[in-house]
T-cell receptor, first 115, second 118 residues
């Protein structure tokens, strides 16, 4: 069965600190996709990244970076030099190729960045 | 980029009434749309998969007679909450899949509809 676990319910950091949000997934499929979304207080989901199961290269986009490790079934997200505007709930999600595009979301991690 | 709209963004209704929520893909066609529900401080839970021209597929535990889904065109899916009750109060989010499911599985989300049932 597919499952996504975000063990950190809430994280609080001070501005300019680095923070890593953990994501562990379970799947039996060999072809799958992993996502990260940001949900600010407005509620609208903001797409951050999609990674397919065959691409284990880490990715960096500005202050954001992602570490995908199939060996540990993890897809962790790091924000470098955090800013107050990064405060939001972050969701990791999994989609298996043979499931018609359905997304299974983790429980979410609420990040609070204090000035 | 691909844009998905939802209408209304916020609705308050009395218990027992029905509420219709629209989800539109504005600049692409979507054979598949998804409906999610999110309770406060919780994650998004998939309610159903809406396929253009066919019946929706509901997730386990979701009452299909209560949450009616119609996907009449390639750009519009509607969710009707029938005989709404306070426990149906939630944030409803739709998403649309522009390509073939399983190709890259990127879906685009609407801004959500906040339903409050009094």
């Amino acid at each position: 069965a597919q499952k996504v676990t975000q063990a950190q319910t809430e994280i609080s950091v001070v501005e300019k600190e680095d923070v890593t949000l953990d994501c562990v997934y379970e799947t039996r499929d060999t072809t799958y996709y992993l996502f990260w979304y940001k949900q600010p207080p407005s509620g609208e989901l903001v797409f951050l990244i999609r990674r397919n199961s065959f691409d284990e290269q880490n990715e960096i986009s500005g202050r954001y970076s992602w570490n995908f490790q199939k060996s540990t079934s993890s897809f962790n997200f790091t924000i470098t030099a955090s800013q107050v505007v990064d405060s939001a709930v972050y969701f990791c999600a999994l989609s298996e190729r043979n499931q018609g595009g359905k997304l299974i979301f983790g429980q979410g991690t609420e990040l609070s960045v204090k000035p | 980029g691909a844009v998905v709209s939802q209408h209304p963004s916020r609705v308050i209704c009395k218990s027992g009434t029905s509420v219709k929520i629209e989800c539109r893909s504005l600049d692409f066609q979507a054979t598949t749309m998804f409906w999610y529900r999110q309770f406060p401080k919780q994650s998004l839970m998939l309610m159903a998969t809406s396929n253009e021209g066919s019946k929706a597929t509901y997730e386990q535990g979701v009452e299909k007679d209560k949450f009616l889904i119609n996907h009449a065109s390639l750009t519009l899916s509607t969710l009707t909450v029938t005989s709404a009750h306070p426990e149906d109060s939630s944030f409803y989010i739709c998403s649309a899949l522009p390509g073939l499911a399983g190709v890259d599985n990127e879906q685009f989300f609407g801004p959500g509809t906040r339903l409050t049932v009094l």
